[in-house]
Structures are given as C-alpha cells and as structure tokens.
C-alpha cells in the first residue's frame, strides 16, 4: 500500500466526512417529510373510521319556469365545499334527481347545488343556476345506533329560467 502524506485528508478522514454529512442529510431529509405529511393531513377528511357519519339527500324536480314542464337532462351536482364534489346526476325524463353525500359527520350542513343544462338545445336551452340547500338540526333515519347515525333528506325543486 502506497500513502501519500503530502496529502492532509487520508481515505478514513473521507468516509467520516461522508457519514457525517449523511447523517445530517437524513436528519434535515427526515424533518422536511415529517413537516409536509403533517401540512398534507390538515384539510378535514369527511369521516374516518370510527367518526359517526349520516347520508345527507336531496330530491327534487326541475321544470321549465315558462311552461313548468319537467326538463331532462340537467346535470345536478352536490357540493360540500369547492374543492370535492360530493354526488351528481342528471335528471330523468321526469325532471327527477337525486344526490347524496353519504359519508358526512351527522350536523347542520349546507350544500351548494350546481344545476347546469349539458345537453344544449335537444330540451331547450336553459340558463345555468348555483343555490344553496341547509340542512339545519337534521332528523336522521335508520341508523344502526353506533356509528352510522342513518340518513336525512330534503326535497327542493328548481324552475330554470330559459336562454333568451
């Protein structure tokens, strides 16, 4: 084995340096994941296991504001909050829907409900319409008395407003 002495960091010096500077990495690396998985989990889930949840419904028809026939083909979308939609539809040839969210925490809630005409003029052309359904102080049904609280409904029917 030759050895240079001329040079001040020998092959062990080396390795150390090396361990040392994984060690810090792993370190900073290890509190860097802990900090984002942690920023990652802060946004409410709806339920997890072992939360009581219920079914939230709504019911309803849409009609023509004009002629107050059923209008098909109106897509219906229940949403919670703008980033999740919870359900959506599109209405049958009776103008019926129906949209569930059926994994909430059993409280007053407050859906946003997206009616948009997707079909364009086959039933007529309608103006797009955003409202609000509250569920205040819910009754639930058919729970199974643990964790599943049941389910609660509402009924709204929506009159569209036709493009001009």
Do not use: H
Not at 127 to 133: F, I, L, Q
């Amino acid at each position: 084995m030759i050895e240079n002495n001329n040079n001040p960091l020998n092959l062990n010096s080396m390795k150390s340096l090396n361990r040392q500077f994984y060690r810090l990495f792993n370190f900073f690396l290890s509190g860097l994941l802990t900090l984002l998985g942690v920023s990652g989990c802060t946004k409410d889930s709806p339920v997890e296991y072992g939360s009581p949840s219920a079914t939230f419904i709504v019911t309803g028809t849409i009609s023509s504001a004009v002629s107050d026939e059923a209008v098909e083909d109106i897509k219906v979308v229940m949403v919670r909050d703008d980033l999740y939609p919870n359900d959506s539809t599109v209405t049958d040839g009776s103008g019926l829907f129906e949209v569930k969210d059926q994994s909430s925490f059993p409280e007053d809630s407050e859906y946003l409900l997206k009616i948009r005409d997707v079909d364009g003029e086959a039933n007529g052309a309608f103006e797009d319409v955003d409202t609000t359904v509250v569920f205040e102080d819910p009754e639930f049904k058919g729970g199974d008395g643990n964790w599943n609280y049941g389910e609660t409904s509402k009924e709204f029917n929506i009159r569209l407003t036709p493009k001009k």
